[in-house]
């Protein structure tokens, strides 16, 4: 589900004219949808520990899910009025690509690597700084909020969360060192 509203939130964030809604509900769709997203990922998460059935797929693809919505979202947000710089979601796509060629190479030579509390963290501050963003297009859409403010403010707080999200990279690489380097010497399991 995260996944397919990724491509939805772009699309309503561009076209919300073409679709009858004014620029002041459109922070509320797009509220909407943020809530729906996180919903989801955390009934997922919930229901996988309540009925067992965490498996090591779910480790490699929902953080994929994750990555994929985050990473949609704030590319939305480097488009006017937010204008985000491009350098942030590259910190933030980097570090998501690394960590995923690194477990998907680390789960083929039979190393499932789980994700760690500093990713999860991550995935909160990500979330925070999208919220943060959404709430203030609801001000700036009533005029309450010049777009240079806009833009000041949603590049700090995404900064924050690039400078968390490389440090959680530099952390997940750090504890799964072991993993990592047999992995990529080719050594089998065993």
């Not at 480097?78 to 690394?98: A, E, H």
Request: glycine share 4%; net charge positive.
């Amino acid at each position: 589900m995260r996944i397919i509203i990724g491509p939805i939130f772009l699309f309503l964030y561009l076209d919300y004219e073409n679709l009858n809604l004014s620029a002041q509900t459109l922070p509320y769709a797009l509220f909407l949808l943020f809530c729906l997203s996180e919903v989801s990922d955390a009934l997922d998460g919930f229901l996988a520990r309540k009925y067992n059935e965490v498996t090591d797929l779910g480790k490699l693809l929902d953080p994929m899910a994750d990555s994929i919505y985050r990473i949609s979202v704030f590319l939305t947000f480097t488009l006017p009025p937010v204008n985000l710089p491009m350098i942030l979601i590259f910190i933030l796509l980097y570090r998501d690509s690394v960590i995923s060629t690194l477990r998907t190479i680390c789960a083929l030579k039979g190393f499932a690597l789980a994700a760690r509390s500093s990713g999860k963290i991550k995935a909160v501050v990500q979330a925070i700084s999208a919220l943060i963003i959404i709430l203030l297009l609801i001000p700036y859409s009533l005029g309450s909020l010049t777009q240079a403010s806009l833009h000041w403010i949603s590049t700090i707080t995404v900064s924050i969360a690039a400078l968390y999200t490389f440090a959680s990279g530099v952390e997940y690489i750090y504890a799964n060192r072991k993993y990592i380097l047999m992995s990529l010497k080719n050594e089998p399991r065993g």
